[in-house]
Structures are given as structure tokens and as C-alpha cells.
């Protein structure tokens, strides 16, 4: 089958996309969070994209677009492409977009080759792979595997004390959060595109990655009680520093990582909120945040126990309250043997090199994969560079990766039934 990717076209969409943006400065600095002005106004942009390809299109209640294109035979599982346009502050427009926008340039590829599909094929704009508004991330494909119910959802506030649910009604999503759980026979296949946001493709010189698992990412959330005093007046023996007693736990957290069995553990604290935050103020409360990761399940578990047995015994000793709260523990998910070969065969018949490869980040593929069988199709991105307004993916390499992807599609949808 001859495919015509239009990858001028796909660029400009992305272009256009990232014009939706809070930044103040323009593309390709993004911010798009989820059920802002900025996503409301990118999801009514892709709504008439899906529309003019003439894809049947909904919502449901959290937010989460479907755009199916029906097949012959509509009553079997679809086979399922897509991924998010959520964009964390100041990063690029290239992340979960590529899947998406590429996803759309994939059917319209197959549409304009003559190709029918049997199964429907359905592309997925996911509501917010980002953790920036609520605290988790993939809240979309969480709900849409039966991982978050409405008093999960109400349990989520942003940064204003607003509630998940209170937000997505007020975006026009008011639907009953348990319609949005899907059964597990919706799928045939999933397969997601996406930036790989390393460097190893690049690295490799090769122009596609076909992903075997997805590493188990574990969110935790430290809130250290201490006490208070004026910065001159209360000598250093006498204190209950929130701030010291943390500085020590992080530097626990990154020997305990370092330390791990598997070298696939990975450990960040990237978030670290001082109060009352004065120059002259001992700080009496500290909340920071662990992103803990891990393509093995018992590594990942075992660093940690071991963080938060230690978090206790620091603040044990230094005469500070720890409070440490999981947000998630997911585990790791691998993909379907069947699928990966169906991506292998499209990279052969599209005549491009690849190689088999680890997400170590993780993307809404990890909890689709609770519904169907998976994989992904990674294409490189510059030096490795994702969540920065420098990151960047040529069109040459969108163009690989949109082939490749319409191929893979265009086999599942086919596939004995």
C-alpha cells in the first residue's frame, strides 16, 4: 500500500496548536492545562480537524475526545491511536501532540490510500496526562480503566482549593464519571506515537523505537512538621528546622536510589515548598514531592520502603512530625508481543531501521494497556530534550513515525476477528 504522509500539513497543525498557549511569550514555549481557557480552546481546534476527516466524534465525562473512523464492521473492538495536548508550564509543543496530530495525519493517510477498514479505528485525545493542575497524572486513562471514581475525582484539588469534579463541570464535562469506565472488550489494540524524550534513538541513528514496557512510576507526597522561631533568637541546638530535617531526607532519597539493585531506578524530588518562606523565619513546614520509577516492580517497591523508613527515622531525630502520603503506585506494564511484531513488520515495509525499547517515562499507554493489548512507536527528538520550549522533532521524523503508525493501524484493523 503507497501512503502519502502530508507531513507539512501535520507541522503546521502542531504549529497552530501551540498558539493555544498561556505563555506569554509565543510558540514554542507552551502551557496548556488541562480545563483552562488555553485546553478549551485547543479541544475545539482538534474537534473540527477530527470532524473534517470526517471522524465520528464525542466526549465523555471527564473530558477524554474520541474520533472514530467506522469500519465494516462496527460492532467489533476498535483498534485505538492517540495520546494527550495537555502541556505542562513552559514546555515544547511536541509532547502527546505528535500522537495525536499524528494519529489524525495516519487515518487520513490510510483514507486517501483507498484503505477500508474492518475493525473502526479510533484516535483518543486523552484529558490530562500532566500532573500540573491536580497532583496526578493521566487522570483520563485512569478513569477510563476503572482506576478513579467521582470521590476519587473529588478528592483531587488544584492549587484555588477547586475539586477535579468541580472543574470539569464547569468546562461542560457533567457526565457520570462511571460511564467513562470502558469494558475490557472496547479494544483490540492500542498503539500510542510519541516523542521518545531521551536520547537513545537519536544516539542510535535509527528513526523509530518500539516500546516493550512501561516503567512503574510511584508519586509521594512528604509534608515535614517542625517548628517555628526568629532566625537570630533561637539557637541552633534548640532547633526543629523543617527545612534542614528535609534537606537531609532528599539527600537520603537520592543514595537510597543510586543504590538500588536495578540501574533502571530513577528518583526526583521536584517540587519543595517552604513555609512561611522569610529570610529571617526558621521554617517551620516543608511539603516536597518523590517521582520514583522503575521498569521492575519489586526494585521500584523495595527503594521505596527504604526512603520511607528512613524519612521516619530523620525526622525521628531531628524532633520533626512526617507525614508521608502515596498518591500512586502503579506498576509496570509490558506490551503485547503480537503488537510489537505488527510494528516490526510496518517498519520493514516502510523500509526504516528500529529498535526494541523501555519507556522510562510514562504516558497513558500504561493504564490503556489495563484494557488492551499495547505498544508504542517512539520517533527521536533532539538531544533528548522534552518539556522545554527547545524541544523539537523533525518532519522528516514525524513523517517515519505517522508511516509507520498508519501501517500498524491499518494491519489490527484487519486482523482475523
Known sequence: MNLNINVDRVVDELQRLATFSACPDPPPAVTRVVFTQEDMAARKYLRSLFESAGLVVRNDAVGNIFARWVGSQPDQPVVGTGSHTDAIPFSGMYDGTVGVLGGLEAIRALQDAGFKPMRSIELLMFTSEEPTRFGMGCTGSRVMAGQLDHDALEALVDSDGDTYNLVRQRAGFDGDVADAALDRSYYHAWVELHIEQGPELEQAGLPIGIVTAIAAPATMIVKVHGQGGHAGAVLMPKRHDALAASAEMIQAIEKHVLESSSDDTVGTVGELDVHPGAVNSIPSEVRFTIDLRDVSLASRDEVKT????????????????????????????????????????????????????????????????????????????????????????????????????????????????
Do not use: W
Open 306 to 417: 527504604k526512603i520511607e523508613s528512613d524519612l521516619q527515622s530523620i525526622g525521628q531525630r531531628r524532633g520533626v512530625k512526617v507525614d508521608c502520603e502515596t498518591l500512586n503506585a502503579d506498576p509496570p506494564v509490558t506490551a503485547s508481543a503480537d503488537l510489537i511484531e505488527a510494528a516490526e513488520q510496518a517498519c520493514q515495509d516502510s523500509r526504516l531501521k528500529y529498535q526494541r525499547m523501555v519507556s522510562r517515562a510514562y504516558h497513558d499507554s500504561l493504564f490503556l494497556a489495563q484494557l488492551s493489548p499495547f505498544t508504542m512507536l517512539f520517533i527521536p527528538c533532539r538531544d533528548g530534550v522534552s518539556h522545554r520550549p527547545d524541544e523539537y522533532s523533525s518532519p522528516d521524523q514525524i513523517g517515519s513515525g505517522v508511516e509507520v503508525l498508519a501501517r500498524t493501524l491499518a494491519k489490527l484493523s484487519t486482523a482475523a476477528l
